[in-house]
C-alpha cells in the first residue's frame, strides 16, 4: 500500500491521533526549521493544543492521508507560518555571501555534516521547509508540496535551491532564461505603468525580498508577500533597465550610467519567488552584469 494512503479499516494500534509518542522526532524537526528549541517547544505545543484525541471515521477505501493525521505536516506548516513571521520581521540586513548570520564560523569538520540552524537563515521559508523535511528527515516531496502548496516538482526546486546555496555541492537545474526574462519584463511593464494589480500576480504569494546593508539606505527595506515586496521596489524598479545577473534574468538602476543597484530574480513556475536587492559595492564586484 502507498504510503500515502490507510486502509478503509483502521487497525486498532491507530484509532488514537499519534502525537506524543512522536513528540521527539515532531521537537527534531521544529528545531531544525525554526533554529532554537524556545520556539520548536512551542511550535509543537500549539500543534499538540488542537490535536484530535482520535480520528474522524475514513471512507471506505484507500485514501489520502489529510495533513491533519500527519503530526510532522502539521509541525512543518506551523513552523512554515513562523518562518513567514520571522522573514517579515527580519532585524538585519541580509548578506548574500555571509550565510552566518550570527557571525560564527564554520567549524564542520565534515562538509556533508547538515549546517547548524544559522546556515540556514539566508534560505526563504520555503526553501527551508523543503530542504530539511527532504534532506535531513527524508521527507518525499510528494508530502512535502501540499504544505508548500505548491507541486511536486516545485518543492524539489526548492530543496535544490537551498541545497545549492548551503553547500554548493551539486549544480542547479539549467534556467529557463526566455521565460525568466518574460517574467522579469512583465513586471517592469507593470512596475512602469504602475499596474499593482499585474505586478502582485507575477508575484509568488511567499516571495520575499533581501536586501543587503547599502540597499537599504537606498529605500528597499526587506519584505514578504506580493503587496509589500512591491511597494518596497516600486520607485526603483519603475526606472530600471533590464540586465542579466549572473546569467539570470534582472533589472539594474538607474536605467543610465553605471548600476547603483541591482535587482536578482528567482523564478519558478512562472512567478517571482525572490527579489535579491544589491547596493554594496563589494557585492556587485562579485556579480557578472550584462547590460
Known sequence: MDENTVPATLPEAFPAAPFEEHRPHLRAVAYRLLGTFEEADEAVEDVRRTWPARLPPIAPGPVPVPALYDPTEAVARACLDRLRSRETHREHPWDPWD??????????????????????????????LAFVLHDEFSVPYERIAPILERTPAAARQLAGRARYRLREAEEMPAPDLPRQRDVVAAFLAAARSGDAAAAHELLDPDVVLRTDATAERTGSTAAHGPGAVAEAIARQVSTARKALVDGAAGLAWPAEGDPRLVFAFTVLEDRITAIDALSDADHLGRLKLQL
Open 99 to 128: 550565510p552566518w548570520a550570527s557571525g560564527q564560523p564554520d567549524h564542520r569538520s565534515d562538509p556533508e555534516e547538515p549546517p547548524p540552524p544559522t546556515a540556514l537563515d539566508g534560505l526563504t521559508p520555503p526553501e527551508r
